[in-house]
DNA sequence: GAACCAATGTAATAATATAACAAGTCAAGA
DNA sequence: TCTTGACTTGTTATATTATTACATTGGTTC
């Protein structure tokens, strides 16, 4: 368990939000969901956020403008974030960093680019979507 | 030259305006810069943006909700997308595809996910930035 | 307690994106 | 030629996502 027993009463709020959601949560799906525990602005749920995202606890999912809690317990030792998307159920799925391996590091030297952090989000079809589809068409 | 002949009025518009920028644009930017030409809502830019994404002629920045002019004339040949951003300046690089060279195919086959497209955000400071902010450092 | 800093609350507003519907364009095909 | 249908366009309104600004609270340090 990573360490929680630092955050505050809203952070706590919004990391437990997402860790008990199916999948990514906006930021407007979250303040609705913690109406009835006193949240009441958007901005609340924004500050959590950025305190969360800071610490590596969740993620933003930049294509889908939503977020989600991280899976993996030492994702803030790295600086690679990975989802696969499912297009057609919007599942999100986070990467393991070792399947995420990047060739990059040529094209820094080159460049004088200094890599902070990395965001891959892989676009496709889930498994479940495939064979869902599949067993439509074959009717 | 990608056959640029069968975009519409709109779409060439706006594809000339993102080619002619400096870096990423904002849909609404390009609106303002696209007034006096007779554009006037903001879905004649979007419209025309979802268009030349499908063409690959242009690509979103999601991190940044921006959109700029693909640079590489063969793009749509290829599944990958992959931008070096850096923090300081916003500046917005295309990364070349042999540079993005991704480890995802045995992960793809265990789990069946289909890939269709990935785009991927590297973040960091550029040479210039860190040279500027070297040279402020010493004085 | 006073001074300070970080976190909070609240209201207003900015920035990004889409829905809904009316109207125009243009190329088959009767 | 006229009609049909697919596609593009124009326009208004609205939804969604995110930030600015400022007043308030709560604990820590001196
Ligand atoms: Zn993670
Ligand atoms: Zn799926
Ligand atoms: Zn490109
Ligand atoms: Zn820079």
């Known amino acids: 368990m990573v360490e ?7 952070q706590k709020l919004v990391v437990e ?3 008990s959601a199916e999948g990514p949560l906006s930021a407007y799906a979250i303040l609705e969901e913690l109406r009835p525990h006193g949240v009441k602005a958007p ?10 995202m800071e ?10 403008s939503a977020y989600v809690a991280c899976v993996q317990p030492d ?5 690679t974030v990975g989802f696969a998307i499912c297009s057609s159920c919007n599942g999100v799925q986070e990467l393991p960093e070792n399947v995420v391996s990047l060739h990059l590091d040529n094209w820094a030297q080159e460049t ?7 965001a891959l ?15 439509e068409a074959c009717c």
């Open 43 to 52: 901005l609340q749920v924004y500050r959590a956020l950025d305190k969360l």
């Open 75 to 79: 994702c803030h030792t790295h600086k």
């Open 17 to 19: 939000a997402l860790k």
């Open 55 to 64: 610490l590596k606890l969740i993620h933003k999912v930049e294509s889908m």
């Open 112 to 118: 004088g680019f200094v890599r902070s952090g990395i």
């Open 121 to 135: 989000e892989v676009r496709g079809t889930c498994k479940t979507c495939r064979e869902n589809e599949a067993a």
């Open 4 to 10: 929680t027993h630092k955050l505050t009463k809203n």
